[in-house]
């Protein structure tokens, strides 16, 4: 469905439209005198009963804290899991004038809204069409159930005048000509509406009720296009002044600031829970991502307020870590914005807690399917600890040294618990995007945590040196070359890739049948009968070949670049005449004659040279003029990798 088509027909045609399913209740007189009695007593209680309304204060650091264990830091255990009910609590009992004491499972059906559905300003809306939207609700507790079921419990009446196509026809024509009256008016209705569907109780008072799926529908549409531009009308932000060719105020002023703040304050956070509640129970993927385009203009409000903002983190983070793909890309856009636009330390340091235990929750289990979603999170993390380089120092040297406990543990005391502690995917995941972080983010205040993380690696390869433990130690050395690719600085990982070639493994005599080497990609560990396999041993050899090339090439700009592959010769030379397999010798031969022929030439171009070894300007001068010309081995690894990408 594209955007001129929803504007014009909704998320349900005329011959789709069902109306809300209604309760029936159970006749009264097939209950005795007693029970009527005790359940008047019961429900007048319940309404004596006095509501507690939580407030604004220190405790959001305590809520925090629980989420992430002890003492706030647990890379690989990811804590229990945020349920939604506390977040509707939390959502309700900001708001003086609002208090939700029951769950709800929204669920949005229909067709949805194309991901340029809101952003069209110059589509019509009807007003007409239908949302298909349970009005009873789904997430009825078992209580809510057996009072359906067989109690004596009344749906109550609503309260106020109930909603029409026509009056949100005017509301939508008062909020183009930007009035603060209609905002009023359509909040009110829009917090009733979804306060009545989500069957969410309430303190405040509203002035309207929605019953009818179309008006609903309409309705929504009609503040997620105009509400926020209202808003902004009265409250400018610096880029709009900026946009409007007005002088920008030198220094930077939230809307808390702006004069008209404290007679639109009330308005804008009855809004902003309303978003929130809807969000929180969205289960379709588009309709999601057009209200997260919305929160987008709502960001720098809900700043303002800091239970909200805690709450929308933790549903973005949720979004972000288990939403569809352009829910997560999306949930990911409106969390970088957030943290640039929050410089407080406080909530950076939140944030980036929440995001990496997120990590860390789904990393857990790895396969093709869940592979992209865990490689999307790890790009994405580099990109937010890029923001705030000190405290990236801070969480990458707690959470490389929790690793390193767990290795120092398991070396110690090599029991089964202990070593599975680090020979799971969260381990290693974890290590790969500590490396991933340091690499795209080096600079002199990261540079100090280099050494203990390659450490960490390379004991982590070196804790259980098996053949059937390969794979995870191809995952740590491509890891490691990476981080010495970005960083220039030399790391011996040759060592750990030429102990594979001299493993029983690739030299004993095969057994099996033939087939496609293991995915090395999403395995740590192969199982005893693939050991001797020839679709093992060519995975291996393969992988070995790769990660070799990949290394070398890097270095091949280097001054010492002969001395350097000097080991790494004499053993691929001696794995060649030992190896009776002609695809091994094969490759490897070809890989010797690059590394000999661009050594000859680094060998040839620095016996011209006039400087010595201690003039590290002249050398760094000298390294980057060699940089630019392409060496023998990689132009061979260039091609060579647009033929694997081919193939």
């Keep these: 469905m594209d955007v001129d088509e929803f504007m014009e027909k909704g998320l349900l045609t005329s011959d789709e439209e069902e109306a809300p399913p209604k309760r ?17 007593k019961q429900a007048e209680e319940i309404q004596k009963k006095p509501t507690v309304i939580e407030e604004d204060g220190d405790d959001d650091d305590d809520d925090d804290e629980d989420d992430f264990g002890d003492n706030g830091h647990t890379p690989l255990t990811g804590g229990g899991r945020h349920g939604d009910d506390d977040d509707d609590d939390d959502i309700d009992s900001d708001d003086d004038d609002m208090d939700g004491d029951e769950s709800m499972d929204m669920d949005f059906e229909g067709d949805g809204l194309d991901e340029d559905d809101i952003d069209s300003d110059d589509d019509d809306m009807d ?16 209580d ?11 749906k109550s009446k609503p309260f106020g005048r109930e ?17 603060l009256k209609g905002l009023r008016q359509v909040v ?18 509203h002035h309207y009720f929605v019953e009818n799926p179309q008006v609903f529908n309409s309705l929504v549409r009609c503040c997620l296009r105009n509400v926020h531009t209202v808003i902004k009308h009265h409250i400018p932000l610096d880029e709009e002044t900026e946009a409007k060719g007005k002088q920008k105020p030198k220094k930077k002023q939230g809307p ?13 956070k009855s809004y902003i829970a309303t978003v929130l509640l809807m969000l929180q129970h969205l289960h379709q993927a588009t309709l999601t991502c057009a209200v997260l385009r919305q929160l987008q203009h709502l960001l720098p409000f809900i700043s303002c307020f800091p239970r909200f903002l805690r709450l929308l983190t933790k549903r973005l983070t949720s979004l972000w870590s288990t939403g569809d793909e352009f829910v997560r890309v999306l949930a990911f856009l409106a969390l970088r914005r957030l943290v640039i636009a929050n410089s407080n330390a406080t909530y950076r340091e939140n944030c980036f807690k929440q995001m990496y235990l997120a990590f860390a929750r789904n990393s857990a289990f790895t396969s093709i399917a869940s592979l992209p979603t865990i490689q999307f999170m790890e790009n994405s993390l580099a990109e937010i600890y890029s923001i705030d380089l000190p405290l990236t120092y801070q969480h990458s040297f707690v959470y490389i040294r ?8 398991a070396m110690t005391e090599k029991s089964k618990a202990n070593i599975q502690a680090v020979y799971n995917w969260q381990f290693v995941h974890s290590l790969c995007l500590w490396c991933r972080v340091l690499a795209d983010c080096f600079c002199s205040t990261l540079e100090p945590l280099v050494f203990p993380l390659v450490q960490v690696a390379m004991g982590t390869v070196q804790l259980l040196p098996t053949a059937r433990y390969f794979p995870l130690r191809f995952h740590c050395l491509r890891s490691l070359i990476q981080l010495s690719k970005k960083t220039d600085l030399y790391i011996p990982v040759s060592t750990q890739l030429l102990d594979v070639l001299d493993s029983s ?17 999403v395995v740590l560990k192969v199982s005893k009968s693939a050991l001797q396999t020839r679709a093992y041993q060519d995975g291996l050899v393969d992988n070995v070949f790769e990660l070799l090339l990949d290394h070398l090439a890097s270095y091949s700009h280097h001054i010492a670049f002969p001395e350097l592959v000097l080991p790494v010769l004499v053993k691929l030379k001696n794995f060649c005449k030992k190896t009776k397999v002609p695809k091994f010798q094969q490759q490897m031969q070809q890989l010797v004659s690059k590394v000999d022929e661009t050594s000859k030439a680094i060998t040839a171009a620095r016996s011209l040279v006039s400087f010595s070894p201690k003039d590290a300007k002249e050398v760094a001068m000298w390294m980057a003029s060699r940089r630019q010309d392409k060496s023998p081995i990689l132009k061979f690894h260039h091609s060579w990798k647009e033929m694997k990408s081919r193939g």
């Excluded at 929790?402 to 543990?409: D, E, M, S, Y």
């Design 24 to 40: 029936t209740t159970p006749s009264k007189k097939a209950k005795g005198k007693k029970k009527q009695q005790s359940k008047g």
């Design 127 to 142: 007003g007409d069409e239908s949302m298909d939207m349970d009005f009873e609700g789904d997430g009825l507790d078992e």
């Design 144 to 154: 809510d159930e057996d009072a359906e079921d067989g109690g004596d419990s009344k």
């Design 163 to 179: 909603v029409t196509t026509g009056m949100v026809k005017g509301w939508s024509a008062l909020l183009q000509k930007n009035s």
């Design 188 to 205: 009110d209705a829009l917090s009733a509406a979804v306060h009545h569907a989500a069957e969410v109780k309430t303190t405040e008072k």
């Design 256 to 268: 808390a600031t702006h004069p008209k703040w404290s007679s639109i304050r009330k308005t804008v």
């Design 402 to 409: 929790q690793l390193a406990v767990h290795l120092r543990k």
């Design 505 to 521: 493994s690739v030299h004993c005599r095969t057994k099996g049948s033939m087939g496609k080497p293991p995915n090395f990609s």
